[in-house]
Each structure stands twice: as structure tokens, then as C-alpha cells.
């Protein structure tokens, strides 16, 4: 079995302790809600009535009560499902490790406090890292120059982009930066697209359109997001908190949230300038690795992957500034697999052409990324607001 293997199924081994049984807060216990709904036919009907985002998250909807059929509605069995998403996100991963032969790949979720934290929660942001993985490989893969676009190729692509276009509305944000940037591609490059291939996007076009019809359907009725903070800069703040693995080494989130709402910045700074300080200079590493191999071919593929991250976190903000709507990292996550591959590319090419100094800090980020996922999904300051506790009081 070949080293890309091993570390894939080591990997897959350490999924299954990222789900947890403790309390459900209150927006997983909307999807515990749904997954009681007794037919499918009575889905339908509120999902077409839904004036909440949950609404907008046909596919996950399904998906969660089709699973709750088979495993229950216990706090545990209810997050269980993204262990099928975590391996769709590690497969990603493995993929393209494969493209660059960087067998340990994968590890960067394993790495990730981001993907432990949401791996540990019953809403759709698993399923989209997931199929945001699978999407990054297939951007990967023509950044590479390993696949020819063709029915394969398209497949993959078409597939992980209509599910996750399915699985909130606000996955059509990053889907559509990515195909915005594979139409520049093809274009500028003219490569050979087969016949095969353009019938796949064909039908991924057609397939979009009524799940765009419902989507217009909802907003019409008004559906959408809480808006308990008002939109501010701290929401592209705390998406960019969220995406450096910070959560884990810092106050809980409820802490967090307490001292942001009594406007207490000093003490929030405070709070979070060792760690910030601690994980920014991997970053600045990172940024020094990006400059001094910055003819590798892995750091331009880097520099393309973080571009639709980034185009990705522009729209969001944009949109959200209109409506005045507070986002968070979790409504990235479909972009997350972008930054994250990155990251990983610039860590390999960092490793290849840096001195010792270089790779002692890339492995003591590894090693701090770590500790900061284990403390986020262990440690009892981190738990979730128990309303399991809170339903016995009452």
C-alpha cells in the first residue's frame, strides 16, 4: 500500500472521535427538529414554508432526516453523518496530495481546529467542507496539469458543486468564484475539453435551474439568517479568527462573544494577542516561504487556491454589507478546503527551500494547530451551551 494510503486510512481512523454526544445548542436542535418530521412529503411542505435559513439548505434538510431514519435522533447520532462528509473532505485531500506527491496531506485536516469544530456539530458546514474538498481537487487538477478536462473530470466537479449549491444557498457563492475562474482558464489556456465533458456542464447548468427557482421562491417569502449582532467589520474578523485555528488556544467562544457585546476591546485583545501571536508567525512564515519560491510551481498553484478564498470571502461581504446581514467563518466554509490546500502548498515548498529556522516554525504551527483542535473539541471551557442541562431545569 503506498504511503498516500496509509496516511488516508490514518486519517479516516481519526474521524471517528471527532463527533460528540454532549448537549445540542439551539441551531443544532432546529436540524433535531427537522429529522423528527415523520414523512417526507411533510418535509417538503415546510421546507417550502420555512421562513428561516434552514429553508435554504434543501439538500442538508434531506440528508439529515434520511440519516436520522437509520441512526436516530440522539445528540450523537445526529452529528454522526459528517463522519461520511469528513471522509469526503479527506478523499479530496488525499487527491491532491496526489497531484503534488505530498502523501500527508490529508493531515492538514486532521491539523485543522476549524474542521474539528464543525465536525462536531448537526448543521450543513461538515458537508460542505467536504464538498468543497472535492471541488478544490478538481481546481487543483487542472492547476497541476494531472487531468484533461474531461467526463471524469467534469463529473467530479459537477457533482460536488450542484450538492453543495444544494446544500445551502450560500454555497453558490464559492461555486461560482470557482467556475468563474475554470471559464477564465479554459479560455485563456484553450485547452481541449471533450465532448463528454461539455454534456456534463451542460446538464450541471440545467440541473441548477430550479434549485435557483427555489431559491428565489424563498427569499420572496423572506426567509433567511438570524440577525442577532448587527453587520460589522468583526464578522470578516472573526471568519478570518475561525479559518487561522486560533479557537482552540483562546477564551471559549461564549467569552468571546460576552466580552464583543459589552465592547470590552482592550480586554478582548488581550485575550487573544499570545495566541495570535503564537500562530501568526507560522503564517508570516508562510508568507516568507510564498516570496522565496515563488517560481515553484506548488507556490503559484497556492496563490490561485487562496484567490478564490479570498474572492469568495470579497462577495460574501459584499453581500452581506448590502443586506446587513452578520456572517461568520462558518458560512466560508465551502472556501475553507481553498485556503487550507494553500496553506499546505506553501508549507511543502517552505519545507523544500527553507533552512532549519524555517522548518522549526512550520513544525511548531503544526504542533500548536494540533493542541488547538484537541483543546477545542476536549477541553471543558469549549463545550457547548448545555440545553440539554437547561430543559431539566425548566
Known amino acids: 500500500m503506498s504511503k498516500h494510503a496509509w496516511v488516508l486510512f490514518a486519517c479516516l481512523g481519526i474521524l471517528c472521535v471527532m463527533p460528540g454526544s454532549e448537549s445540542l445548542w439551539i441551531d443544532e436542535a432546529f436540524v433535531g427538529v427537522w429529522a423528527r418530521t415523520p414523512d417526507l412529503l411533510s418535509l417538503w411542505d415546510r421546507l417550502l414554508q420555512d421562513p428561516n435559513s434552514d429553508g435554504q439548505m434543501p439538500f442538508f434538510v434531506l440528508f439529515s432526516w434520511s440519516a436520522a431514519r437509520i441512526l436516530g435522533t440522539s445528540e450523537w447520532a445526529l452529528r454522526a453523518p459528517n463522519l461520511l462528509w469528513g471522509a469526503v473532505a479527506l478523499l479530496g485531500f488525499y487527491r491532491i496530495g496526489r497531484q503534488w506527491n505530498q502523501p500527508w496531506f490529508p493531515l492538514l485536516l486532521i491539523l485543522s481546529p476549524f474542521f474539528w469544530f464543525y465536525m462536531n456539530e448537526a448543521r450543513p458546514y461538515a458537508m460542505q467542507i467536504g464538498l468543497g474538498s472535492m471541488l478544490a481537487a478538481s481546481y487543483s487538477a487542472i492547476l497541476a496539469g494531472k487531468n484533461p478536462l474531461n467526463s471524469c473530470w467534469a463529473g467530479q466537479f459537477a457533482l460536488s458543486g450542484w450538492l453543495l449549491c444544494a446544500s445551502t444557498m450560500l454555497g453558490v457563492i464559492p461555486f461560482a468564484v470557482v467556475c468563474a475562474y475554470v471559464i477564465w482558464f479554459i479560455l485563456s489556456r484553450r485547452p481541449g475539453v471533450t465532448t463528454g465533458a461539455k454534456v456534463v456542464m451542460g446538464t450541471l447548468v440545467v440541473l441548477l435551474i430550479p434549485l435557483g427557482i427555489f431559491y428565489g421562491l424563498s427569499l420572496i417569502r423572506g426567509a433567511g439568517g438570524a440577525r442577532v449582532w448587527n453587520f460589522g467589520w468583526g464578522s470578516t474578523a472573526m471568519a478570518l479568527f475561525e479559518f487561522s485555528g486560533i479557537a482552540g488556544i483562546t477564551p471559549s467562544r461564549f467569552e468571546i462573544r460576552e466580552l464583543a457585546a459589552s465592547r470590552e476591546w482592550g480586554l478582548l485583545a488581550l485575550s487573544v494577542a499570545g495566541p495570535a501571536l503564537l500562530l501568526g508567525t507560522g503564517y508570516l512564515a508562510l508568507v516568507v516561504a510564498a516570496w522565496k519560491t515563488r517560481t515553484f510551481p506548488a507556490t503559484k498553484a497556492a496563490i490561485a487556491l487562496l484567490s478564490i478564498c479570498a474572492a469568495s470571502l470579497v462577495l460574501l461581504t459584499g453581500l452581506a454589507m448590502l443586506v446587513q446581514w452578520p ?48 483543546l477545542l473539541r476536549f477541553a471543558p471551557w469549549h463545550k457547548k451551551d448545555d440545553y440539554r442541562e437547561a430543559s431539566v431545569l425548566a
Open 327 to 374: 456572517f461568520w467563518g462558518r458560512h466560508l466554509a465551502p472556501a475553507f478546503p481553498f485556503f487550507i490546500a494553500a496553506c499546505g502548498l506553501l508549507a511543502a515548498s517552505g519545507w523544500r527551500a527553507g533552512n532549519a529556522g524555517m522548518r522549526l516554525v512550520l513544525g511548531l504551527t503544526a504542533t500548536t494547530l494540533l493542541a488547538s483542535s484537541l
